[in-house]
């Protein structure tokens, strides 16, 4: 079993920064590869990012290219979201998920890859 707990979210403006921490335990932390998912209200969950157990890669959608950076700390067992140049459309819960594996096989963005799931962080980007 492995238990994830997110933490970081909030109100914050338009330009502005947040940064998301998601603590798991559980199981070996650098057994799994990690991401970050979101769900607006009335909309989909949806990928974020994600990274391989090792942190030497990383994916990201399209929309948050260039503004989001997924990272981990293994020795402190967290995975990190900094989210820079926050968007009205970027409002959402997010949710950090444990891969099954420690690697990715695609881009991570199949929420069957991963088999934990923490409770989620509201995210409010008010224009």
């Known amino acids: 079993q492995v238990q994830l707990v997110e933490s970081g979210g909030g109100l914050v403006q338009a330009g502005g920064s947040l940064r998301l921490s998601c603590a798991a335990s559980?199981?070996?932390?650098?057994?799994?590869?990690m991401g970050w998912f979101r769900q607006a209200p009335g909309k989909e969950r949806e990928f974020v990012a994600a990274?391989?157990?090792?942190?030497?890669?990383?994916y990201y959608r399209d929309s948050v290219k260039g503004r989001f950076t997924i990272s981990r700390d293994n020795a402190k067992n967290t995975v990190y979201l900094q989210m820079n140049s926050l968007k009205s459309e970027d409002t959402a819960v997010y949710y950090c998920?444990?891969?099954?594996?420690?690697?990715?096989?695609?881009?991570?963005?199949?929420?069957?890859?991963?088999?934990?799931w923490g409770q989620g962080t509201q995210v409010t980007v008010s224009s």
């Open positions: 998920a444990a891969g099954r594996r420690g690697y990715f096989s695609g881009g991570g963005d199949y929420p069957g890859e991963y088999g934990y």
């Open positions: 990274i391989n157990w090792s942190g030497s890669s990383t």
């Open positions: 559980g199981r070996t932390f650098n057994d799994y590869a």
